[in-house]
């Protein structure tokens, strides 16, 4: 039943290691989001597809890249991942298209820890 | 899209209606107001969203005022699980989300 699914739920990596997170969705939407979520903050927006089209938010760092390789997944990569990057990543699809359908339906997350 | 001003806390005793309000006076006209909540360590969930008329599901009520300057999202029966934060945001044509701080909405038995 779950609709949007992240893999994994935990994630531990060391400083400076590569570390990739993946999202997939059952809803077939168009749009899918990769938010981060640092302790007692908000979910802050990184970046989001419309279909193939990526769109990145103007302050996400370069160190963050995402990819989607089809309708249902989408890949956040932290190519160097720092202190700084432990957080909770969300992500989230919407159907796009008509306005008023801007619901956004988010997974459970993956709680990145960097040693 | 407009920003949105909400209490940082509230409390509400089981059993209650719980309301919470949100303030949003520079909303333009096509901007729509949706609700969001997040319980610890969950992804935020859906509730409720509204152009100008009042709204309700099976979750809650959104109430919108005539100038949609401000609305308030009520939950007629508060209980123990919906303790969690709520997001009040404004969407306009991007469809993004920009999460304010939100309320913490502690629900107390």
């Known amino acids: 039943d779950a609709m949007v699914i992240q893999n994994p739920r935990y994630q531990v990596t060391q400083f400076g290691k590569p570390v990739t997170l993946s999202c997939s969705q059952t809803?077939?939407?168009?749009?899918m989001y990769w938010y981060q979520q640092k302790s007692s903050q908000a979910p802050k927006l990184l970046f989001h597809?419309?279909?193939?089209?990526?769109?990145n938010e103007a302050d996400t760092p370069d160190n963050f890249q995402s990819r989607r390789p089809n309708t249902s997944f989408c890949f956040l990569d932290i190519r160097s991942p720092g202190l700084g990057d432990a957080a909770m990543y969300l992500c989230?699809?919407?159907?796009?298209?008509?306005?008023?359908?801007?619901?956004?339906?988010f997974g459970p997350g993956t709680r990145l820890t960097v040693l | 899209d407009a920003k949105t001003t909400q209490p940082t806390s509230m409390d509400c005793a089981e059993g209650r209606a719980a309301n919470l309000p949100c303030n949003h006076s520079?909303?333009?006209?096509?901007?729509?107001v949706y609700w969001y909540r997040q319980i610890h360590s969950q992804g935020p969930q859906y509730i409720i969203h509204?152009?100008?008329n009042n709204e309700t599901n099976e979750m809650a009520s959104l109430i919108i005022t005539e100038d949609r300057k401000s609305s308030t999202l009520i939950l007629p029966h508060a209980t123990l699980r919906d303790t969690a934060v709520y997001y009040c945001?404004?969407?306009?044509?991007?469809?993004?989300?920009?999460f304010g701080q939100g309320t913490t909405l502690q629900v107390k038995p």
């Open positions: 989230a699809t919407r159907i796009g298209g008509t306005r008023g359908t801007d619901t956004q339906y």
């Open positions: 809803l077939n939407h168009n749009v």
């Open positions: 597809y419309y279909d193939k089209d990526f769109n």
């Open positions: 520079t909303i333009s006209g096509n901007e729509y």
């Open positions: 509204g152009l100008k």
């Open positions: 945001i404004v969407t306009g044509n991007t469809g993004k989300l920009i």
